[in-house]
């Protein structure tokens, strides 16, 4: 009986310390592989955007299976550009949609767009993270040349990137990066939001990732493979009156437990979707080796059960 409580009560928590994320962020699943509508499932290329030239988009993503080192899954998603009669096309891939309005790379007809009225186009977003990671290799043709990642948080509003006048006031956060070639290498990206506003009601996230942070910028065949995206959510500060309560971090591959002095006490370590993958007697410091997420730490002490949420980063 005590198990199915406890199992009742851990699922419980993880209702109420859910963080939400961004659907399908490892790339792990894929729609029409090898068509020429291949796109990653929640993600959108060229081939299912809007706008008057809509019906010119080619392939620009696939499946790729090179993934990062430590990676616990097998796909990344590869985006690349392509240049049509001296014209480049950067690649591009949203969680919103893309908009073909002309054939000049840079005109304003050009844009990616929340469809909040549309599951297939939008991401809810009703929370606010403090950064996103996501772990790149971004390989473009030429010296000097930088990818872009640009993160929009935004209220119930079909907002555009880039942004255009009327999509202003509906900004909530944004948090955006260029960056270099990796040299071959994968890289882990970590960027800080920055709430400036003038909205103050998080609902949707409009996410994008280019090879080119210049529309029409760059090489065709310059590409990025992208994977493991993360929205980190860091606890709020330590209410110093509240000094002497139990806590626990993690830091240099050990979780350390502070004011946790029940040394009969038995702990389970968790993932975030509820598998169990550490258990034993509690001391005050354990050693994990665990990979970047969001893990919860339970453990039964005088009589009653206790959850609390850490992140690896």
């Not at 469809?115 to 939008?122: G, I």
Request: hydrophobic letters at 35%; one cysteine or more; a negative charge.
């Amino acid at each position: 009986m005590r198990n199915k409580l406890l199992y009742t009560f851990l699922l419980s928590s993880f209702a109420i310390f859910s963080q939400q994320q961004i659907g399908n962020s490892g790339f792990e699943q894929w729609d029409n592989v090898g068509a020429p509508n291949e796109e990653p499932s929640n993600w959108n290329s060229f081939k299912t955007g809007s706008g008057s030239f809509a019906s010119f988009g080619s392939k620009q993503i696939e499946q790729s299976t090179d993934v990062r080192s430590g990676s616990a899954g097998t796909y990344s998603s590869r985006v690349y550009s392509v240049s049509t009669f001296g014209i480049i096309a950067n690649g591009n891939m949203t969680i919103g949609r893309i908009n073909m309005g002309s054939t000049t790379p840079s005109a304003p007809e050009n844009y990616n767009y929340s469809v909040v009225s549309d599951t297939n186009f939008s991401e809810p977003l009703t929370q606010s993270p403090d950064s996103i990671v996501f772990w790149v290799k971004y390989t473009p043709v030429s010296a000097g040349e930088e990818a872009r990642m640009k993160a929009a948080i935004h209220d119930d509003y079909e907002f555009r990137d880039p942004i255009d006048a009327a999509s202003t006031s509906h900004l909530v956060a944004t948090a955006e990066l260029n960056y270099a070639s990796t040299a071959g290498n994968w890289e882990r990206k970590s960027v800080p939001f920055t709430y400036s506003g003038p909205s103050t009601t998080p609902e949707f996230i409009l996410l994008t990732f280019t090879t080119n942070k210049t529309a029409g910028g760059g090489d065709g065949n310059d590409e990025v493979l992208i994977d493991d995206i993360e929205l980190i959510y860091n606890p709020a500060e330590i209410d110093h009156n509240e000094i002497d309560k139990p806590s626990i971090y993690f830091t240099n591959q050990n979780l350390i437990l502070n004011n946790i002095n029940d040394l009969d006490a038995f702990y389970t370590i968790y993932t975030a979707n509820g598998s169990q993958i550490k258990q034993g007697k509690i001391k005050n410091h354990i050693n994990c080796n665990l990979k970047p997420g969001i893990y919860y730490f339970q453990y039964f002490s005088q009589g009653r059960d206790t959850v609390m949420k850490f992140f690896v980063n």
